[in-house]
């Protein structure tokens, strides 16, 4: 009976341990569960993104080009002398109507005053004719005097007043001379080198040497080219290339250097180049501080006539599969997936996105070398995205 009892303890605490166990792996297993579901939930890949939205926005054309002075003058002597002062230093601004060069005057001013009493002589002249015909004129009323030399009398008057007038065209040749030997600047602006200085001799005439030249520097031109095609594009929109010309914007900027310059454009030629299909254009800028200067190689932009509707998407979001580009989408199940897309020009770091992306579409701009297409992700709005969010 004792060995009975000792057999159904033994199995009752062996039942006990056996249920304890099954409850304990139960539990186990749960916690196992609960464990690789949190390790799963885990391991959701962080990623910044964009929520694409169509922007309307005007594109620029770029083109390239050289600057050239607005106004560019050559000075030359128009009299003949010894130089006897230069009234400037190599590359000084100069205003309009500073002297520049002094050729001696003194032989210009000797025949000024030649001129000028010859001027008096034949006012002197004149005047006794004038009287002379006065009185025939009065003696002629009365019958006093003939006819023939009434007549001589107002001839005589009329010849002494061509000499006035030729003997002050004569003056006024001299004065004209005398203001040569005093080369003034045509225009404000840079002054080049002194080409000749004091003692050489100079002659006027078609051969005349060069003595410098002068560049405005207030407003400058920028020289280049656009193709057919593009000039068609902006003057469809306009009546005429004189409004074109005054409508379109220009952006500037140098081939070194981070300053932009905005200008317009100033005028188109008249025809279009056959050979090379394209039309000559000038746009001009300010120059206040006279930074551009003639020669220097520029970078050009225009403005776009009318915005158009484009989505635009962050350079570095776009990855290359061969010949192929492509973005990451999120989608609704917060899995990436691979968009092939078809991409226009750049601007300003972005990229227009001419197919492949619509309006909605979570692109990923930010971790896309760490993901793969079908892979779960934890995606965040990008933080240049929401502080530039509603400014298109």
Known sequence: MTKKISILTFLAIALVLSIAGINKFIQNGSAVEASSSGKIKSAAMPVEIVIVQEQAIKLWTEFSGRLSAVDYVEIRPQATGLITEVRFEDGQYVNKGDILYVIDPRSLKSLLAQESADLIVAQTLYNLANKEYQRAKDLNKKKLISRQLYDERANTRLVAGSAVKRAQA?????????????????VSGY??????????????GPNAPLLTTIVSSANIYADFEIDEQTFVHYIDRVSSTQKLAREILVELRLQSGDSVY????????????????????????????????????????LESMSKVKTILINERAISTDQNRKFVYVV???????YREVHLGRSIGGDRIIRSGLANGDKVVVRGTMRIR?????????????????GKS
């Open 191 to 204: 002054v080049s080198r002194a080409e000749l200085t004091v003692g050489n001799l100079v002659s006027a």
């Open 331 to 337: 989608n609704d199940e917060n899995k990436t997936t």
């Open 373 to 389: 297409p079908d892979m779960l992700v934890e995606p965040k709005i990008a933080t240049a995205a929401k502080s530039t969010a």
């Open 170 to 186: 004569k003056v006024s040749e001299a004065e004209i001379n005398l203001s040569h030997a005093y080369i003034k600047s045509p």
């Open 262 to 301: 905005l200008g317009k454009i100033h005028a188109f030629d008249n025809r279009i180049d056959s050979t090379s299909g394209t039309i000559r254009a000038r746009a001009i800028f300010e120059n206040p501080e006279g930074k551009l200067l003639p020669g220097m190689y520029a970078h050009l932009k």
